[in-house]
């Protein structure tokens, strides 16, 4: 059972906070920026959590994060998403442990081949298995900080697409 205020649910909590404060721009570099320092709680709190996998995947996530901001590269997403897998096959035990790793792999693709809505959607698509990796990994702000981005990211979606739709018609 996981203790509410532990050093590794708060280093939870601060990726909440962060995940949430990405997840609400729609600049797509302040997107990135956001989700680069969700990641490094996230790090740290995968690793008091004692959940390697999800360690590598967050480490690469941040990787991957800061990359994104200065090159769009297919070779360079090709890259991440072979060191995730190269990961996994080193790592992973069980199923579960390449939920993370997979959620890395979609955005990272994400990140480095779309924008906008459409990298917005393939980002909700990796929330889920990080839903899934964090009750798993008994991570209380983990699992909420994805459902909450799950709902902050579908409204941002809506409103990107409202403000399309209203270019569009104007």
């Known amino acids: 059972m996981p203790v509410w205020f532990s050093p590794a649910q708060l280093f939870g909590y601060l990726a909440f906070v962060l995940g949430v404060g990405c997840f609400l721009q729609a600049d797509d570099r302040r997107f990135k920026g956001f989700m680069a320092g969700e990641?490094?709680?996230?790090?740290?709190?995968?690793v008091l959590l004692g959940n390697p996998t999800a360690v590598a995947s967050s480490l690469l996530?941040?990787?991957?994060?800061?990359?994104?901001?200065?090159?769009?590269?297919a070779w360079v997403a090709v890259a991440v998403v072979?060191?995730?897998?190269?990961?996994?096959?080193?790592?992973?035990?069980?199923?579960?442990?390449?939920?993370?790793?997979?959620?890395s792999c979609l955005g990272t693709i994400a990140l480095f081949?779309?924008?906008?809505?459409?990298?917005?959607?393939?980002?909700?698509?990796g929330t889920g298995l990080w839903i899934a990796?964090?009750?798993?990994?008994?991570?209380?702000?983990?699992?909420?900080?994805?459902?909450?981005?799950?709902?902050?990211?579908?409204?941002?979606?809506?409103?990107?697409?409202?403000?399309?739709?209203?270019?569009?018609?104007?």
């Open 39 to 46: 990641c490094l709680a996230y790090v740290v709190h995968f």
């Open 61 to 73: 996530s941040l990787l991957r994060s800061v990359l994104s901001l200065h090159t769009r590269s």
């Open 82 to 103: 072979s060191a995730n897998i190269g990961f996994g096959l080193g790592l992973a035990h069980r199923p579960a442990d390449w939920l993370p790793l997979t959620a």
């Open 113 to 125: 081949t779309l924008q906008g809505i459409p990298m917005r959607l393939l980002m909700l698509c």
């Open 133 to 170: 990796n964090n009750l798993i990994a008994g991570s209380i702000g983990g699992t909420a900080l994805e459902v909450v981005v799950a709902a902050v990211n579908l409204t941002t979606i809506a409103r990107m697409w409202r403000e399309q739709r209203a270019t569009a018609a104007g």
